[in-house]
């Protein structure tokens, strides 16, 4: 068969209804485009999993402010068809801004809590209220059985989960692990932003989150004292702001005095203009890789 | 087929399932219980218009303040069941507090705008984040066709009409006129507050909205002048407090000026410590009946 791309939302929704009517199995990969490895990750999981993958592509302006980079985010939709064609992808849904938000939207979906008050939402407020918002469309338009989400937005993760089971979605979300170029950077579309300087520089996340762990393999447990080493670290490196750096706990996402189970070390770091994050999950009682 | 009550969300979702994968159509009617006429033509619309229909019995925590009647909300499941036994009705979801509400609890949807800032959201901030929240849960829940909703309920249907638009729920909502006693008081569930004397006042509701089409129908089209000719109205009778009277848009709930397009006509009233509401729409085109 070959891919399928609808625009609408009534295409979609057809299309995808019909494979569970026939009772096979839709997975959904919600992505925003531009698509790389981790992405393709995401897609090849859903489809050893499932009968049938979806592919959403839609760059959503509910999940950006009026000084983000929503109008120059990366797009290349021939690309991004060609990669999920060979793939074996069945659908990619690319809806336009239009079709998935009338003039008159104004419901959302708000994950309340630390959850969303702590990392990212602090410099991003309004981030994850727009990404709760067009993945609980995206989820009543194509009615997976399962979704797809990478663990390098560990926060916005953690909010889809809390949202799926909080509204009583039937959807198995399956998370999966970050994908990295060979130097450690974690895959991301706006890497694409980075000129040569700012790549080199970009590495420090990944060493800074390495250097946590070797401090936590090597006995440290305190929060504070693996933070300052990890700021000291990337305070050294050319072209870095940091934004956050935090260790909190893994589903609560509060903040660790001490590490006494498992913790997500999360960091977010401007390189000049670009805004990268990374994170790492540790379990003190089990530290062997 | 006896009428089936089950109280987990997994059984609610499963025997559902099991209709949509038949090919059956699904009614649902969410209540709060202590069901009469008005909830009674709810249910019968949802009969003849599905092959299986549930009624939702749930007095939902998250649309009262602590102010509010939450505790005191009356109940009577038995004869509950009863009535909708006689109805025909499929499946009874009794959930309770715990199993709809885990205690890490926090995704709320939420409309925004004048929707939700103006009349009863004026005294009852809380109160329509609580019924989005619920209602797209038990929409997750039971997956219906089609969902029926009262007039009687004026904002609280338009919200959800809202919500249902702007999530992509491929669910009808199926608005139902307003039952009323033969006085003209809307039938509902807290009118069983009321003692003899309050009965009495309460019809002043049902008299100042008649009043109010009256005055239209003779050619008056400020919205001022019929507003103070119904506050008049109800300060002259006993028990009476005001909480709004408002002329609003019937689809943005914008107030309305002048009366040039159809109206939502809408009226709170405190009985002594019992809240009514109850509205009219009036199209000044259209003033046949």
Chains 1, 2 share one sequence.
Not at 145 to 166: E, N, P, S, T
Request: include cysteine.
């Amino acid at each position: 068969m070959p891919i399928q791309i609808v625009q609408s939302i009534a295409d979609a929704r057809s299309t995808c209804r019909l494979q569970n009517r026939q009772g096979k199995s839709v997975g959904l990969v919600p992505t925003m485009g531009f698509l790389h490895e981790g992405h393709l990750s995401l897609v090849r999981q859903a489809r050893s999993d499932n009968d049938f993958v979806v592919v959403s592509v839609f760059v959503n302006p509910t999940q950006f402010l009026p000084s983000e980079d929503f109008d120059t985010y990366p797009q290349n939709f021939e690309q991004d068809q060609r990669l999920l064609e060979d793939e074996g992808v069945d659908l990619i849904f690319f809806p336009s801004t239009k079709e998935m938000y009338c003039s008159s939207n104004s419901t959302f979906v708000e994950v309340t809590g630390q959850l969303t008050t702590n990392l990212c939402a602090i410099s991003r407020p309004h981030f994850f209220r727009g990404v709760a918002t067009v993945v609980a469309k995206l989820f009543n338009i194509v009615e997976p059985d399962r979704a797809y989400f990478g663990h390098k937005d560990a926060q916005q993760l953690a909010i889809i989960q809390r949202m799926v089971q909080d509204l009583n979605f039937d959807i198995e979300v399956v998370p999966m692990p970050i994908v990295r170029d060979s130097d450690g950077l974690a895959k991301s579309s706006r890497n694409s932003y980075l000129n040569p300087d700012q790549r080199r520089s970009s590495t420090v996340l990944f060493r800074a989150l390495q250097h946590a762990k070797t401090l936590i393999t090597q006995g440290e447990r305190s929060s504070n004292r693996i933070l300052a080493e990890m700021e000291k670290m990337i305070q050294a490196t050319e072209y870095t702001r940091i934004d956050y750096i935090n260790i909190v706990c893994t589903t609560s996402f509060e903040p660790q005095e001490y590490i006494n189970s498992e913790v997500l070390i999360a960091i977010a770091v401007w390189i000049t203009n670009t805004r990268l994050i990374d994170s790492i999950r540790i379990d003190p009682a089990n530290l062997t890789s």
